[in-house]
């Protein structure tokens, strides 16, 4: 089992890193409140980061997925 995978700066804006310590490719998908995917991106150990500017000021839902194995987390956009 892998630790939860943790974003940060946690509330953030701009960008955000992805540390999930599973020393490979993952891919992370963005869902706000409501359940509807905002963003997916494919990361990995050397580049885990994500432009969040598009995003708009609130709290968002992820899930970081290996194939084999995944996690779920929060983390809050805030204004510019």
């Known amino acids: 089992d892998f630790p939860p ?3 940060l700066p ?3 804006r701009g960008q ?5 310590p599973h020393h ?5 998908t963005v869902y706000d409140l409501s359940g509807r995917r ?4 494919n990361l990995s150990p050397d580049d ?4 969040i500017s598009d995003l708009a000021p609130g709290t968002y839902l992820f899930k970081t997925d ?7 987390g929060t983390f ?5």
Not at 24 to 28: D, H, K, L, R, Y
Not at 38 to 41: D, K, N, S, Y
Not at 48 to 51: A, E, L, T
Not at 76 to 80: D, G, R
Request: negative net charge; glycine residues 6%; aromatic residues 14%.
């Open 66 to 72: 290996t194939g084999i194995s995944w996690t779920t």
């Open 16 to 20: 955000i890193t992805v540390i999930w």
């Open 48 to 51: 885990p980061w994500i432009d």
């Open 5 to 7: 995978a943790k974003v």
């Open 24 to 28: 490979g490719f993952f891919s992370i």
């Open 38 to 41: 905002v963003t997916e991106e």
């Open 76 to 80: 809050t956009v805030l204004s510019e």
């Open 10 to 12: 946690n509330p953030a």
